[in-house]
């Protein structure tokens, strides 16, 4: 279960390291916005080398790479550059819905038969609203890929592609804009049965802001978010991980529903809880038991 995914540069070995050792759950090796078109190439080979080495640790987090985008001509050659090295996962940034998803699962199954690798074994995760069009398309990821791991949000492009002078308050909340693609988001990984991951938190020295933020996800129902930098990555984890108050809750709870195996409701320490609270917990129990 990821809990926190962290962005590194692929084009610098050094940061690649560092970000191995951050106890991040997931990397995301990033050969696109950090990465100037000039320095794609370099990218690829450093991003492929650091992927051949850190497989072959015996802990280590998940390693996805988030590629160009499919409007750039330029996701084949990262494709090419990364794949045979075995990615856990690509990033697909910029996705307009369930097709662009689908477009890119088809260029990673022939890569996959052309390397040897594992048939559907590298998965795909979406970022899915840095552009108007891709908000209007979060409700169609539903059954687009076997491989669509997660669906992700992101306020940074999106405001850039509305002309938004900013996408935060005084207060650094969200703007209105921007809380409803969040909700979107969050609606549209439920309806394709994938998990929420909540966007960066972009002032990586607030991390009492950070951490507010992470409560605020977990509660609405996000399971991890993206962080920017090594510093973030122990508030995510220890946000996101169930406390131990909420794992006696829910097993009470689970427990309860098991001593009653044809009620519709059952009282739980003077409350009257019904079947979506019994799925609220276990959801909680096998979150807990994956971390």
């Not at 051949?52 to 160009?68: D, F, G, Q, T």
């Not at 990262?78 to 097709?99: E, F, H, N, S, T």
């Not at 699962?105 to 069009?133: F, P, S």
Request: charged fraction near 25%.
């Amino acid at each position: 279960m990821m809990r926190s995914l962290l962005f590194v540069p692929g084009d610098s070995a050094r940061k690649l390291e560092k970000g191995l050792a951050s106890s991040a759950d997931a990397l995301i090796i990033d050969i696109e916005d950090s990465v100037a078109l000039s320095a794609k190439g370099e990218a690829r080979r450093v991003t492929a080398e650091f992927l051949s080495a850190a497989r072959s640790a015996s802990e280590r987090p998940k390693l996805y790479v988030r590629v160009n985008g499919l409007a750039t001509g330029l996701t084949d050659d990262d494709l090419d550059g990364v794949m045979r090295a075995a990615p856990d996962g690509i990033v697909l940034p910029k996705a307009v819905g369930g097709k662009d998803v689908a477009h890119l699962g088809a260029k990673i199954a022939v890569r996959e038969a052309e390397y040897g690798l594992e048939d559907g074994g590298t998965r795909i995760i979406a970022i899915a609203t840095e552009n108007a069009r891709g908000v209007f398309a979060l409700g169609t990821f539903a059954g687009a890929s076997q491989r669509l791991e997660g669906l992700a949000w992101g306020g940074e492009d999106l405001s850039a592609d509305v002309g938004a002078e900013t996408n935060r308050r005084a207060d650094n909340h969200y703007t209105e804009p921007y809380r409803l693609a969040r909700s979107l988001t969050l609606f549209g990984a439920a309806a394709a049965e994938v998990d929420a991951i909540d966007a960066v938190y972009t002032n990586f020295r607030d991390l009492e802001g950070l951490a507010a933020e992470c409560r605020e996800a977990r509660r609405d129902g996000f399971i991890a978010k993206m962080a920017i930098h090594p510093a973030q990555v122990p508030v995510i984890n220890e946000t996101f991980a169930p406390s131990q108050d909420a794992i006696d809750r829910a097993k009470t709870v689970v427990a309860a529903f098991a001593a009653n195996p044809g009620a519709g409701v059952v009282g739980v320490e003077g409350e009257m809880l019904d079947r979506p609270h019994l799925t609220r917990a276990e959801r909680l129990l096998a979150r807990a038991g994956k971390i």
